[in-house]
């Protein structure tokens, strides 16, 4: 048994055909990129496919015509014909996959497989079409396996090579080139690997020459040394892919936490974070256009409420489901962030403030709309505040703040509305508010706090004790009252740790006065509805009696009316507990709350103290008059001491004796002032 030797001349012929005709394929495959070619996509893939099942064909056949056959031999028409449709298919599925948008590494292979088993399909049809009297072809099957390898590894680089040749953007008419050998190779490697798997009988041999099948297997040789190349290139190539194919997904889930950074996890809008890089877009391109932005500051009303009726699962759903509502209802010149936690900004581009009124209504409008969580039927408002770019606001920080008050503003109205931010003056008073905020942190840290103190009168105008005033000595304005910062001490929570050293600096001054047998204790100290309600208000207070060595009795703690009536039951439990330890208790305020007096009765309290604002206008046979007659006898029917705030003019203390109310407190009779001026001027009260 012999192999078949070839004609060198034929072979380059063969490989030259299967060059030509696969660059042609790649030319025609090229044009389903272009635009003006998409609607012929279809009709582009086929021909390319058929183009490159030639090129398959083709090269075969010249392949077989550069070997040396003896007389006698022909093609049978019907196999041959079903070799170029098996080459024909499997080109056309191969065009297909590598003009698809992506390649992933199982695709890849499952292309490289389809057109290496077209190529040997067609390769070994052929070979069936080949008869050759008084001869049979053997093969050998371990080469055949190595043929189909060749034919697959080939395959898979030349689509490898064919979809990167697509997305190229500088030399394509080499890389085309390159494309259209890596194919042709991978033809020729496989068709004259076959070909030497294929043998003969003795009867070939004797038409063969000594020197021809020297060539033939030199040529060989060649060619099976380039094939290899071509199976440890794919192979690389396998590798390449299934790297990049990870370097994707790495990709992909780098975008996807970029993408959770800047929205919120919960209603998956954008977050404040991408609001900021938002906005200065927008602020851009307006400021080139000169037009007008609107940021409207969105906050759900009494939104804690429905968290403590129905649980916080059922908060989120209501998060979610005003976000989409909102969302869907908005234009694509509205954008929607989550800032907090039932708050929101939207952002309206190129919109004048009538637009932005209305818009809010809108808003309003589609927030109120019933929920239906739970199967609970749910209902919200919310309170907007408008600010506009760039009259209010240049940058986002001010926008935000300026639109944060306005919507504050709308809370104060009722709720349930929306209010433009107009005011330089607001806004000149936020930016101090918030400073002062900032700075009593530091306040609190150094104690930058002194206690003043204002005495309190008896009817017949002796010195009976005093109430603790706190005020801030700031390193730059000076001395503040409690007005100017006690609001932001209860925002932030720092009223707590100032409540707590205002008690101390009292008993550390009962101390100083029950040694010296001063006159001016008991002192009276305010207590705040949050320190109040701490759970560390006993232990500090056991603390500081004992620390001191103090009388109990000389140390009073006023609660505002409205504080005592929160939570009736706790006050009750909270107060009798204060009086255990002797501390005296006082009712501050008393009138402007929601007092009852059926609860007035339950209270363990030693004071009352009647708010100034019955003061103001009180003349003799007053209406004013009438009331403070009323809760004076009834705080004496109760045993409890009755001090009168505000005593500003004589007449009014004059009223007050007269009614029976036991102690004076006001401007009339002394101002706050420190403790040095309260001892040094204690001969000048009356």
Known sequence: MVHVDYDSTWVIVSILVAVATCYAAVSMEELVFKVAYKKFEKSILVTSG???????WAMHFVGMLASHLPQGYHFDISLTVLSYLIGAVASIFAVWLTTRPTLPLARLILGALFLGLGISGMHYTGMLALSIEH?????????????????????GLSCLFVFKYKTAVKHKTALKAVVAVLMAFSIVGMHYTGMAVTSFDEGIAKVVGSSQTEQSVLLFTIIFITSLVFV????????????????????????????????????????????????????????????????????????????DAFGHHVGDQLLIQMA???????????????IGGDEFVLVSENTDLNEAMFLAEQVLHFIQETYLIA?????????LGIAMYPEHGSNVQDLLINADVAMLASKEQGRNTFTVFHSVT????????????????????????????????????????????IRWKHPTLGLLTPQMFIEGAEKTGLIIPMGYWALEKACQQIQKWERSSSPFYPIAVNLSALQFEN???????????????IQPHNLILEITESTAMHHIDSSIRTLERLRKLGIRIAIDDFGTGYSSFLYLKDLPIDELKIDRGFLIDLQ???????ILESIIHLAAKLQLIVTAEGVETQQQADILTNLGCNQLQGYLLGMPVNVESLVLNRHHFA
């Open 620 to 626: 003799p046979n007053s209406k004013e008059e009438a």
């Open 426 to 469: 607001d806004q000149q008073d936020v930016r101090s508010q918030s400073k002062l905020i900032n700075d009593l942190y530091k306040a609190v840290d150094e104690q930058q706090f002194v206690l003043f103190y204002q005495p309190k009168f008896t009817s017949s105008y002796q010195v009976c004790g005093v109430e603790a005033l």
């Open 375 to 383: 199967t609970k039927e749910i209902n919200i408002s919310a309170s």
């Open 50 to 56: 058929l183009i490159l099942g030639l090129a398959i």
């Open 232 to 307: 440890a290139g794919f192979a690389v190539a396998v590798l390449e892919a299934r790297l990049e194919e990870r370097n994707q997904q790495l990709i992909k889930i780098n975008k996807e936490l970029a993408t959770q950074s800047l929205h919120d996890s919960l209603t998956k809008l954008p977050n404040r974070l991408y609001l900021t890089d938002y906005a200065e877009v927008v602020f851009s391109h307006h400021r080139l256009k000169e037009e007008k932005a609107a940021f409207l500051y969105v906050d759900l009303d009494r939104f804690k409420s429905v968290n």
């Open 324 to 338: 989409n509502r909102l969302h869907d209802k908005l234009s694509l010149d509205h954008k929607l962030f989550r």
């Open 135 to 155: 001869h049979q072809m053997r093969y050998d099957p371990l080469l055949v396996l190595c043929s189909i390898l060749i034919a697959v590894s080939g395959s």
């Open 535 to 549: 759970k560390k208000l006993f232990s500090v207070l056991e603390q500081l009696l004992k620390q001191y060595q």
